[in-house]
Every structure is written in C-alpha cells, then in structure tokens.
C-alpha cells in the first residue's frame, strides 16, 4: 500500500471527525464501544455494514413487486380441470378476499405481462453490469454505488404513479431503469472487499455480505405483507422503500470510500494491519482478449448463470408458487417465503466460517474449498425444489425442501463468489461485473420461462420448471469444476509486487480493532 495521505486526520484522542465536529471522537468511539462489547470498531466494519444495507435496500427495491403484484392484479380465472390439477383451498384458518377496491386499483395483467414486468429489471441489470463493473474499477466504487442506489430508489417511488395514470409498459420501463442502477451494487461490493477484506476474513465476510440478498428478501416480504393486509394498499409499498434508499445513500456517501488509501480517518494501526495483507489494486490498461479468452472466468460465467437460474426461479416466483398454487393469502406468503433467506444468511455466517478455517487451520486448498462448495450450492437445492414441487399440497414439506435447499445454496458465496477475488486485483469490479451479467440473463429468463411454462399454475408444469432447472444446474457446474484456480492470473499480473500473506493462521476475524483509543 501506498503512504498514507499527509491530509489525512488520525482518530486519537479527543479530535473530532470533520463531517461531525459536533461530536468528539471519544464519545463517538465510546458509544461503539458500548455496543461492540468494549471493543473499537474498524472502518471496514462501517463499509461491510453499509454495504449490506445497500445490498438489502436494492434487493428490497428488487422483489418487493413480486409479492405486491399479487395484490395489483386480478386473478385469472382458470378451467374446472386446472382446479383439479392444484391444491385445493384451505377450508378454516385462512381468509382470501379479493380487494376490489385496494388504494391503487387492480389491473387486468395476464401471466405473461406479470413476468415481463418480473423480469424486465434484469434487462437493464443486463446491458450495464460490465459498464458499471469498469466504471468501479476506474473511478472507485463508491460514487457509482451511490448514484446507482439513487436511480433505483426514484425509480421505485415512480411505480404508484406510473402504474395507475399510464399503462403496464410505462412500468416496464421503469423496472429496466432500476436494473440499470443497480447493476454497479454487486460489482461494487466486490472491490470493496478486495481492497477492505484481508484474504484470510474473505469467505465469511464475503459470505455475509454478498448472502445480504436474503435479507433484503426477507425486508422486501414482510413488510409488504404487512402493508397490503393492514392498509389495504400497494403503493405505500414502493414509496416506503424508495424513500429508505434515498436516506442510505446519503450515509453511504459520508461514512464509505473507494479504500484505506483514501479514507480520511482511519487509524494508523488499522492502515498498517491492512497495508501488509491486501495488494492494493492499481489502475491499468483491461486486457480484454485475455479476461474473454481465459476458460476460468468463462467457467464462473457458466456456473454464475446456473446458479442465479435457481436462485431467481426461488426469489422471483417463490411468493406466487405459495400464492397461487399452495393458495396461501398474501400476507402469509410474505411471511413464509422469509424462512428460505432467513436460512441462506445463516447458512452463509456458518459455511463461511467453515471454509475459512479449512483454508487456515486445515491448509486444504482454496481451489478445493471453491469447488466443493460451488458444486454443493448448485446442485443440492435444485433437486430439493424438485421435490418440493412433487410433495404437491404438503405445504409443510414444501417449505422445509426450499429452506434446506437454500441453506446448502448459501455456501456459493464462499466458493465461486470469492473465486474472483482470487484470480485478480485490478480488474475485480469488471470481473465481478461480467460474471455477474450472466446472472442478469438468468434474472430475466427464468420468471419469463416460468410464466410460459406454468401458465397455468398445474402441478406438472411446476415439475417441467423444476426438471429445467435441474439440467441447468447440471450442465453449469461442469466448467467450473474443471477450470476452477485459486490465484491470480498472468493477464493479471501487471507488476512484479510479491504477493502479501494470507493473514495470520489463528484465523481470528479481525474485523474489530483491540487498539485503546482514548
């Protein structure tokens, strides 16, 4: 790492921060002390908070449609025999109105036109994911974070109006845009965490932070539910949420920047930890031939889009398939559809750890680590929405193959997630950014097959999506399990700086800071 800044401010005694002079560092230190246990806080903490709060807003901004449009629409009305063909209505405990009359009006949108406006997000999440993944790259992540968490939080606060005064298509449009904003989150995280994470706090912290989705499912579910059943209303959902992103972004932009070398504030021993044990990245010309040539980064695209395939079939149309299918009301979808991501959160904290420690303490190969659990993650919780799909009404057995399933999918944040982490430093958020694209094109793939394919909500069309997904998974997994590396690659290798320690082989998370500050 680079000298330090001369106009940086240390963090010591009683000097304050300069975008809060009105609050001496000791008591600001103090208080965080308070709340972690009697120790400092580091500045890759607030980054590692902030992001996830990023991650759960976008995706709050992301699915909150799915479960509201169950509310916005009519439902279709279906022949005696596709009656037949699915559960049967709960005949006590449970009580489906139809609200003709919510706030907000109900419109006449057919299977089809729902899953366009499902899928189209992932059009614009699409077409700017490697522009953004570059933009990061050149010009820091956190501007481009913030201005793409703006777009998608305005964007979500336009959805009422735009729903109700013009047409559905108007709306589709509006979902490209958020994709379009948040295309620069996924990329940017990242390279936050290449240039924050030391190698040996990468998977559990990667883990936890990159598995923010579920959380952000889960904030996306429940309230919404909540909003639909108390208020009877749809449109407070969008401008609750897009009223949070804009208040997030203004404290991302105070309190995150791009890396240490540009951090006005962090304390030198923090500076100093981190100096011997993350490279930092260095601006160079892209060797695009040599990234789109290289078998590695096309085994992760194959495998991102297999994954994401799955993942989007769950997070997508999960809430429907309960809705629709296991005739469960809307807000008690809301809240069952949390219990998968409840569970890929925790399951990302623990096979994290695992991974983690198996790196440090047990010295098994990284590469080993990326594939055992990339192979896991992708092929256990396909063939668990298989079955959940033929236990047919057990509603029960349902639920707990999704959730089993995702706790196993949790440990791809510690496999190819952090894959490309390994194979570079200078071009992680263009990477990240071209892998993640493939994930855009499941995004949108998926709920489009699945509304043509269960058109009509029948258990063997569910089976047809189930069996797809699986073949999917299959075939994705295959390249990164033969091409799967666990260092840098030569188109990578810029310079001729050695590469730093892993980190220290207790394998403590120093996330936190010992270091007395008064």
């Known amino acids: 790492m680079p000298p330090k800044d001369d106009n940086r401010s240390n963090i010591s005694g009683t000097e304050t921060i300069e975008f809060l002079r009105c609050i001496p560092v000791n008591l600001y230190c103090h208080c965080l002390r308070c709340v972690c246990c009697g120790r400092a806080t580091t500045h890759r903490l607030v ?25 916005m629409t009519i439902p279709v009305n279906r022949t005696k025999a596709d009656v037949a063909n699915s559960c049967p209505m709960p005949t006590s405990g449970i009580d489906r109105p139809v609200i003709m009359d919510i706030e ?6 057919d299977e089809q036109t729902q899953s366009l406006l499902l899928g189209s997000f992932y059009i614009g999440y699409l077409l700017t ?14 501007w481009v974070v913030t201005i793409g968490c703006f777009i998608s939080s305005v964007c979500t606060l336009a959805i009422p109006p735009m729903t109700i005064y013009t047409s559905w298509h108007f709306v589709v449009g509006l979902r490209v845009l958020t994709g379009f904003g948040q295309a620069p989150i996924y990329p940017g995280a990242t390279l936050l965490m290449a240039r924050w994470i030391p190698d040996a706090e990468r998977a559990l912290v990667g883990g936890v932070v990159l598995s923010s989705l579920s959380i952000g499912t889960i904030v996306g579910n429940i309230p919404t539910a909540f909003i639909l059943e108390n208020m009877k209303s749809w449109v407070w959902v969008f401008y609750i949420y897009g009223i949070a992103g804009i208040v997030f972004c203004v404290l991302f932009t105070i309190f995150v920047y791009s890396s240490p070398q540009v951090h006005p504030y962090i304390t030198d021993e923090e500076y100093e930890y981190l100096q011997v044990r993350i490279a930092v990245g260095e601006k160079h010309k892209v060797p695009w031939k040599a990234i789109l040539s290289d078998w590695t980064v096309w085994g992760c695209i194959i495998c991102q889009f297999g994954n994401d395939y799955t993942l989007f079939t769950v997070i997508t149309n999960f809430p429907k398939y309960l809705n629709d299918v296991l005739k469960f009301t809307s807000k008690q979808a809301g809240l069952l559809v949390c219990i ?3 569970a890929l959160f925790v399951g990302s904290v623990t096979f ?10 047990c010295r098994v190969k990284k590469v080993t680590v990326r594939v055992i659990n990339t192979f896991m993650a992708t092929m256990v919780p396909t063939v668990l929405l298989l079955v959940c799909c033929k236990l047919r009404c057990n509603r029960i057995g349902a639920i707990s193959a999704i959730t089993c399933g995702m706790i196993t999918k949790s440990m791809f944040y510690g496999g190819l997630k952090v894959s490309i982490i390994d194979i570079t430093k200078h071009h992680t958020g263009l990477v990240a950014a071209i892998v993640n694209a493939a994930g855009g094109v499941a995004g949108f793939i998926a709920p489009y097959t699945i509304g043509n394919v269960a058109s009509e909500n029948t258990f063997e069309q569910w089976d047809l999506v189930a069996y797809i997904s699986l073949g999917i998974s299959v075939v994705s997994i295959i390249p990164y399990a033969l091409f ?11 310079d001729n700086v050695p590469e730093p320690e892993e980190g220290e082989k207790t394998g403590c998370i120093k996330i936190f800071s010992c270091v007395n500050r008064h």
């Not at 907000?104 to 949108?109: V, Y």
């Not at 522009?131 to 992540?141: E, K, M, Q, V």
Request: charged share 15%.
């Open 47 to 71: 980054m590692v908070l902030l992001i996830m709060t990023g991650i759960i807003l976008c995706y709050t901004h992301r699915v909150c449609l799915s479960l509201a449009i169950t509310e």
């Open 129 to 142: 994911n490697i522009p953004a993944g570059y933009l990061c790259d050149r010009f820091g992540a956190k």
């Open 352 to 361: 994290g750890t695992i991974t983690d420690a198996m790196v440090v303490h």
């Open 484 to 494: 799967c590396k666990a260092e840098r690659k030569i188109w990578d290798h810029h």
């Open 340 to 342: 998968p991501q409840v």
């Open 104 to 109: 907000g009006g109900k419109f006449h949108w």
